[in-house]
């Protein structure tokens, strides 16, 4: 069990049978009473974000949560198909769970699973990415002008907006959070 005070941004705990990641918190004392601790937090099996507000001292259950290596390797439909790297069993997990973070996958990449109950919720990915620019348009010469981006498609599938002198072939590093251009590789 947790307490509030070992509350922190990313802990995960589970509140009334429903798991949660603390988003947010802050520690208030009202003008009587006790202290009290406001959170923020996102329900891991849907995603939605809630406000709850706990006693100082108040005790919450921590979820029955599991994490495993696997490797990823292929899509079908709109599943992905991913095997354990200890018992080289093959599960799949539907696109729509992971949040986006499946546009970072590429064929035999390895991650971790975040599984709830035995049920596969989320996949942690690194959190930046060197990925190989396969379309986009190419520069105009001369044009200087500081933070003008384009479109470029990326190995795994996904767009990102690149600086203009980044042309197809080159290698660059994304952060898979913001999907933002770090640089090039």
Do not use: W
Not at 112 to 132: H, M, S
Not at 139 to 167: R, Y
Request: glycine share 10%; net charge negative; with cysteine.
């Amino acid at each position: 069990m947790y307490s509030t005070t070992d509350f922190r941004k990313g802990l995960k705990i589970e509140v009334e049978g429903t798991p949660f990641e603390i988003v947010d918190f802050q520690h208030f004392k009202p003008g009587k009473g006790g202290a009290m601790v406001r959170t923020k937090l996102r329900n891991i099996l849907t995603g939605r974000m809630q406000d709850i507000t706990f006693r100082s001292g108040e005790k919450v259950d921590k979820p029955d949560l599991e994490t495993r290596d696997m490797q990823f390797l292929y899509r079908e439909a709109d599943d992905l198909i991913f095997m354990d790297m200890t018992s080289y069993e093959q599960m799949q997990m539907a696109t729509s769970v992971t949040g986006g973070k499946d546009g970072f996958l590429k064929d035999g990449q390895e991650c971790r699973v975040l599984f709830y109950k035995g049920r596969p919720l989320d996949i942690d990915v690194p959190l930046t990415l060197a990925l190989q620019v396969t379309d986009t348009e190419p520069g105009a010469k001369g044009d200087t002008v500081s933070n003008v981006t384009k479109p470029a498609t990326l190995e795994t599938g996904i767009t990102v907006q690149v600086p203009i002198f980044v042309n197809i072939g080159d290698k660059i590093k994304i952060d898979t959070r913001t999907r933002e251009y770090l640089g090039r590789e």
